[in-house]
């Protein structure tokens, strides 16, 4: 049944954005993310990437599967905020490690958690079409991240969020 689940589960772009996908820079034990961990059979496998040369904005792309489905044709509203968290959670590492001064291929990348997710739902979110999320990183101060969200659908913008993102604390670490 695991497996059956995994094969069936939706599919995380690979194409999108300049350079290569944060979640490629977590360590392997820390790689277990129900969104974006490359070890989780289950889960989103979710690839976060800057969008262009500026290094403010974002993108993710992910196409759901048929076992996220709220109603036929249509997206659950849960699946649509954790790519949102995820996504934002992603481009707070991007950022974070950016604003560190290291360079992702060589030094890897900072892990960042949640600490605040707000969804803005803005129409039903239609399954069958790539979701593309892109993120603005706002602000970045300390060990704080805040990133603004936007989903869209094909060319309609179904959702929008914010996500406030926290350097994972040192006890949290792997070794």
Same mark, same amino acid.
């Given at each position: ?5 995994? &094969?069936?589960? =939706? $599919?995380?772009? *690979?194409?999108?954005? &300049? =350079? ?11 790689? !277990? ?10 889960? !989103? !496998? ?26 036929? =044709?249509?997206?659950?509203?849960? +699946?649509?905020? @954790?790519? +949102? ?5 992603? @481009?707070?590492?991007?950022?974070? $490690? !950016? ?5 992702? &291929?060589?030094?890897?990348? +900072?892990?960042?958690? *949640? ?9 039903? *979110? ?8 892109? =993120?603005?990183?706002? &602000? ?19 959702? @929008? ?6 350097? +994972? ?5 792997? @070794?």
């Amino acid at each position: 049944m695991g497996t059956r689940r995994a &094969e069936a589960a =939706g $599919t995380a772009g *690979t194409t999108a954005g &300049e =350079g290569p996908a944060v979640q490629d820079h977590y360590p392997a034990d820390a790689a !277990h993310c129900y969104g974006c961990g490359a070890r989780n059979p289950f889960g !989103h !496998h979710l690839k976060t990437r800057w969008a262009d040369g500026s290094r403010t904005e974002t993108i993710t792309r992910f196409t759901p599967g048929p076992e996220q489905t709220a109603m036929p =044709g249509y997206v659950y509203g849960g +699946l649509v905020a @954790s790519v +949102l968290d995820c996504s934002g959670t992603g @481009s707070a590492a991007l950022a974070g $490690t !950016h604003a560190a001064g290291l360079d992702l &291929e060589g030094d890897g990348s +900072l892990r960042y958690v *949640t600490g605040t997710l707000e969804v803005r739902y803005q129409r039903p *979110t239609p399954m069958g079409v790539e979701l593309v999320v892109r =993120g603005r990183v706002e &602000e970045v101060k300390g060990r704080k991240v805040t990133v603004a969200l936007t989903m869209t659908a094909g060319e309609d913008e179904v959702a @929008s969020g914010r996500v406030v993102a926290l350097q +994972l604390p040192d006890e949290m670490r792997s @070794s």
